[in-house]
């Protein structure tokens, strides 16, 4: 036995697909101009016809990674930070390659803190950077946010 069906569920269908792809319909009337005989003037009526109108895609402003990291940054206030813009950015692309290269996520705070000991940072700023790497995963290599 065939089974059908109903003409319910294909209209359903239909009109969820149309809105699925963004299709809608517009009404257009067209008026003809009035046509002159020699004699007298002939006036036709309007007559309408429905259209498919699809709609473009929109498109997602650019994303840019770097600018991004630097707006949160700046847009935290907890944060102290003695670095230029371009050495954070390499603070977070170091944390990257060393998060790409095998380290887990507390392998890199480590290095963070050794380097700042080394060179004489506060205990703040020193936590301030291991904060600043681990932010810049999150926008430059999100792909290793699971390893913090």
Known sequence: MKKYIPI???????????????????????????TTTSSSTTTTSPTTTTMWITTPPTTLPAFDPVEMFLNDVYSNTDLEYTLSD???IDLGRTTCEYLGSGFTGSDVI??????????GSTQKEMLDYAALSGLAVGYL???YSYKL
């Open 8 to 34: 319910a569920t294909i209209i359903f269908l239909f009109v969820l697909t149309m809105f699925l792809v963004g299709c809608t319909t517009k009404e257009v009337v067209y008026v003809p101009q009035s």
């Open 86 to 88: 371009s050495e954070m």
């Open 110 to 119: 480590d290095i963070i803190l050794e380097a700042g000991q080394e060179s």
């Open 141 to 143: 290599c999100p792909e």
